[in-house]
């Protein structure tokens, strides 16, 4: 069974500073400070922000289905502005997914207003697929009003 959800904001900076944030390690970062209540941690295994980078990320203790997973950037393209991870250990993996991926995306709206687009993709075995219930875009919008009100802050 496969499945998609995605959500979009605006942002009134432009596309080249969003993505400034969402194209590096700076998102982790950010995550890590303002979603405290969900991410505990988030540790480089390995990389330095581009394709390949491995991070582990650990909720806090007590998290009731997940403690951490592990994420690979699968993909980084700073000209159409597109970042991918999957999960490649834990969390999802775990309970009968197959495949479980993040895409951010900005997008060009003006000079100075962009469109945040996130996403998640998601393979799930058949006998496994009561679980895709446990998927929700709802962390992402969190990490996108956080970036949104981080870039408005801290605009050039």
């Given amino acids: 069974m496969f499945g998609t959800i995605s959500e979009e904001m605006e942002v009134q ?18 995550s890590e400070e303002e979603l405290s209540d969900v991410i505990h941690k988030i540790d480089i ?6 394709a390949g ?14 403690s951490y997973y592990k994420e690979k950037f699968t993909k980084i393209d700073d000209e ?3 970042k991918e991870a ?14 479980y991926r993040v895409r ?13 687009k ?15 219930s446990l998927v929700s875009i709802q962390p992402l919008v969190n990490l996108m009003e956080a970036s949104a009100n981080y870039l408005l ?4």
């Fill in 13 to 30: 900076v432009s596309a080249t500073e969003a993505w400034q944030l969402y194209g590096t390690l700076r998102l982790a970062r950010l």
């Fill in 45 to 50: 295994v390995e990389g330095d922000g581009g």
């Fill in 53 to 66: 980078t491995i991070l582990k990320i650990t909720f806090p203790p007590g998290t009731p289905v997940f």
């Fill in 80 to 82: 159409n502005r597109v």
């Fill in 86 to 99: 999957e999960v490649i250990e834990g969390a999802y993996l775990e309970i009968g997914f197959t495949l």
């Fill in 104 to 116: 951010f995306e900005i997008i060009e709206k003006s000079e100075n207003s962009c469109i945040t």
């Fill in 118 to 132: 996130s996403t998640i993709e998601y393979e799930i075995k058949e006998e496994a697929a009561a679980n895709a």
């Fill in 153 to 156: 802050k801290n605009r050039k």
